[in-house]
DNA sequence: TATGAATGAGGTTTCATTCAT
DNA sequence: GATGAATGAAACCTCATTCAT
C-alpha cells in the first residue's frame, strides 16, 4: 500500500516536472530555459529534478518519448480502425493535426526545441520520426499492393514527403502570430496528396 | 587602384570567414562551435571576426543571407526559363535539391543550426523562408489561373505543403550515414505531387 | 536552531568576502583586481562571490556602505557625548582619523579605490559623503548659534574645508612608503581650524 | 624653415591629442575612455596617437604635467608679487580655484580621473602634488618666520589641509549638478584658513 | 609621417549539476 | 526522498597596441 501510494506521488511529481519543461521550453526556448525556473514551476527544489531526470538534455528527451509514444499509438490504433488505405492515411494526418493543435507549448517544443542539435535530432530521427516514417510507408505500400495507390513512387519518399508537408504546416501554425486552426488544413493537403496537383479532364473540381 | 585591391582582400577575408563558420557549425553545431575555431579555421585572429560580423549569431544570419539570396534568385532564374507551370514548379524542386546537395556542410547548417530557436526562426521564416514560400505559391496560382493545376487547394497550403515535402527529403539526406543522391528523388516527389498518390484506373503506371 | 546557525554561517561567509574585497582591492587596485583572487582569499568557489554580491562594482559598494555607517554612527556618538562644539568636532575629526588608522587596507579602499569614476563618485558623495558633511555642517552651525563659532562662513564651505584637510591627511597616510601615526595629526590640524593660521597678539603660542 | 614649419605642426597636433583626450576623459572617464574617441576627436588615426604618445596612460600624465607645470610656475608669480605672507597664500589659492574654473573638464580630469590607482597617484603625488605642496610650505614657513604665522602647527600639516580643503571643494564643484562659482569660495576659506574657526572676543564678524 | 586593419590577451559571469544535511 | 547552497568550468567579445603599406 505504502509503495503504491508512493509510486503515485512519484508519478504525479514526475507528470508535473514534465509540464514545467514543457511551458518553460516553448516560453524561453531550450537553451534560455533555466533548469531553476522549470524546478521553481513544477513547485520542487532544483536538485529534486535531478531525482527524476539525469539532466536538461533528459527532460527534452523525456518529453518526447512520453508523448511521441502516446501519439504514434493513437494514430496506429486510428489506421486499424478503417480498411481503405486512402481512409488510414487521412486518419494518420488528421490525428497528427489534432495531436498537436491541442497544446500549443507541447507544438513548440516538438517543432523547435527538439531540434537544436544535430546530435538530438539524430536520436530523434532514429527514435521516433523513423517509427512515424514506417507507419506511413506501411500504409502506402499496402496501398500499392492492393492497388489503391500508385506503385511508382519509392515509399520512403512518399512517407518523408507527407511527413514532411504535415510538418510545414504546424511549423508554420506554430510560428505564426495569428495561425488558422490546423485541423482546416487537413483536408486540402490530403486532396492534394491524394489526387495530385493537376487539373484533370473530365473530372474539373 | 588600392582602394580595389583592398576592397577584393576584404571581400576575399569575409568569403573565407563565412566559409569557416559553415564548416565549424555545421561539424560541431551552432551551440558548440567556437568562435576561436571559427577564426582558426579562416586563418585570421579572433578579434578580426568582429571587423566582419557584430557576433556569433550575426554569422549564422549572414550565412543564411548569403546563400538564401543567391539560391532564391536562381530558382527564380530556372521557372522564368519555362512556360508551363508543371516545368516552373519542376524547375524549382530541382534546384533546390541540387542546391544543397552541392554543398552539404552549408546543407546541415540550412537544415538545423538555422533552425534552433524560435527568435532566429521567425527571423528566418519571416525573411528567406517567407520570400521561397511566395515564389510557390505564385507558381501555383498561375498555375491554377492557367487551368494546368487544381484550382480548389489554398495556394497557401500547396507552397508550405511543397516545402515540407522538399525540406524533409533534405533533412533526411543531411542526418543519414549513407545518403542516396538528393537529385533522385526529384522525379518521384513531383510525379507524387504532380499527379497525387492515387492510382488512376485505366492509366496505371 | 538550523536555521540561526545557517544564518550565522551566512554572515560569515559574507563578512569573509568583504574583507577578501578590502584586502585584494588595496593590494592590486579595483581595475586590476581579480574576482577570482576575491574568491580564493575568501576561501569559496568563483560563483559563490555572485550568491552574496552582485558583481565586483557591488562588492565595492558594499565595502562602502558597510563600514561608512558603522563610521558614521560611530562619529555622531562621540560628537553627542559632550556639549561644547569644539569638542564635538574635535571628537569628530579623532574618530575619523583613528577609524581608518586601525585598518589600512580599508583605508587604502576608501581613499583611492572608491574614487574611481564620476559615476561612483556620484554615488558615493550623494550617499555616504554627503552624511557625513551634513553632521559637520550641523555642528559648525550650531556653534556660530552658540557664539562658539564664527558665524561668517558659509557652514558648507566649513564643512567642505574640514572634510578636505582631514581627508589629505589621510591619503598622504596611505601613500606614504613610512607614514607618520595620523593620530598625531589630529591635534595640529584642529588648533589650526580652530585658531587659524595667523599669529596673535599678545597670545603667542 | 622646413624643420620649424613641420615642428610647428607638430606642436599643433600634439595639442590638439591632448586637448581631444582631456574632452574624452572627462565624458567618459578614464577607464571607459576610446583610444579611437580621442583619434576621431583629435582628427587622426587611431595609430597616430602613438606616434605622440607612448599609450593611454601616457595621455594621462601628459595631461597633468603639460598643465600642472603652468599653473604652478602661475601660482608662485603670483605669490612672488606680493611680500605679506597672508596675500601670498590668498595668491595661490585664488589662483588655484581660478586655474580649476576656467575649464571643466580639465577640471574633472585632475579630480578624478588622475586618481584612478594607487601606482598612478603614487606618480602624482610624488611628483606635482609634491612640489605645490612645497610651494605652500614655503609659504607657512616663511610666515611663521617671519611672526605673521603661527609657529606651532607643523608646516606640512597645514601644506595638506590646505591643499586638501582647496581641492575638496573643486571636487564638489565638478560633481555638482549645478555648481556654484568657486571664486566665490576662496574668500571664505582664506578666512577660516587664516583666523581659524572660534569666534573671537571684542572682534565679533 | 600617417594610416587603420589586424592582432590576441584577458576576465566576469552564468548556470547545470552535485552533495552534505 | 528532498533540499538548495555551493561549485567551477567555460567562452564571447573588447580594445589597447602594432606594423605593413
Given at each position: 500500500m505504502g509503495g503504491a501510494r508512493d509510486s503515485g506521488r512519484r508519478e504525479r511529481r514526475r507528470a508535473a516536472i514534465l509540464r514545467a519543461a514543457v511551458d518553460v521550453f516553448a516560453k524561453r526556448g531550450y537553451t534560455a530555459a533555466r533548469m531553476r525556473e522549470v524546478a521553481q514551476s513544477a513547485g520542487v527544489?532544483?536538485?529534486t529534478l535531478y531525482l527524476y531526470f539525469a539532466g536538461k538534455e533528459a527532460l527534452l528527451i523525456a518529453i518526447l518519448e512520453e508523448h511521441a509514444e502516446g501519439f504514434l499509438a493513437r494514430a496506429k490504433r486510428d489506421a486499424n480502425r478503417v480498411a481503405d488505405p486512402r481512409k488510414k492515411l487521412a486518419a494518420v494526418v488528421s490525428r497528427h493535426l489534432a495531436s498537436l493543435e491541442r497544446d500549443r507549448a507541447l507544438a513548440h517544443v516538438f517543432q523547435?526545441?527538439?531540434?537544436?542539435?544535430r546530435r538530438f535530432l539524430r536520436q530523434v530521427a532514429r527514435g521516433q520520426v523513423a517509427k512515424y516514417l514506417h507507419l506511413i510507408e506501411r500504409i502506402v505500400r499496402d496501398g500499392a499492393a492492393s492497388g489503391a495507390?500508385?506503385?511508382?513512387?519509392p515509399p520512403e519518399v512518399t512517407a518523408r514527403a507527407v511527413f514532411g508537408a504535415i510538418d510545414e504546416l504546424v511549423t508554420g501554425w506554430v510560428l505564426a502570430t495569428r495561425p488558422r486552426p490546423l485541423a482546416e488544413q487537413a483536408g486540402p493537403l490530403l486532396a492534394l496528396l491524394m489526387e495530385g496537383l493537376e487539373a484533370r479532364l473530365g473530372a474539373q473540381r
Amino acid at each position: 500500500m505504502g509503495g503504491a501510494r508512493d509510486s503515485g506521488r512519484r508519478e504525479r511529481r514526475r507528470a508535473a516536472i514534465l509540464r514545467a519543461a514543457v511551458d518553460v521550453f516553448a516560453k524561453r526556448g531550450y537553451t534560455a530555459a533555466r533548469m531553476r525556473e522549470v524546478a521553481q514551476s513544477a513547485g520542487v527544489a532544483d536538485g529534486t529534478l535531478y531525482l527524476y531526470f539525469a539532466g536538461k538534455e533528459a527532460l527534452l528527451i523525456a518529453i518526447l518519448e512520453e508523448h511521441a509514444e502516446g501519439f504514434l499509438a493513437r494514430a496506429k490504433r486510428d489506421a486499424n480502425r478503417v480498411a481503405d488505405p486512402r481512409k488510414k492515411l487521412a486518419a494518420v494526418v488528421s490525428r497528427h493535426l489534432a495531436s498537436l493543435e491541442r497544446d500549443r507549448a507541447l507544438a513548440h517544443v516538438f517543432q523547435i526545441e527538439l531540434r537544436h542539435s544535430r546530435r538530438f535530432l539524430r536520436q530523434v530521427a532514429r527514435g521516433q520520426v523513423a517509427k512515424y516514417l514506417h507507419l506511413i510507408e506501411r500504409i502506402v505500400r499496402d496501398g500499392a499492393a492492393s492497388g489503391a495507390f500508385r506503385g511508382d513512387i519509392p515509399p520512403e519518399v512518399t512517407a518523408r514527403a507527407v511527413f514532411g508537408a504535415i510538418d510545414e504546416l504546424v511549423t508554420g501554425w506554430v510560428l505564426a502570430t495569428r495561425p488558422r486552426p490546423l485541423a482546416e488544413q487537413a483536408g486540402p493537403l490530403l486532396a492534394l496528396l491524394m489526387e495530385g496537383l493537376e487539373a484533370r479532364l473530365g473530372a474539373q473540381r
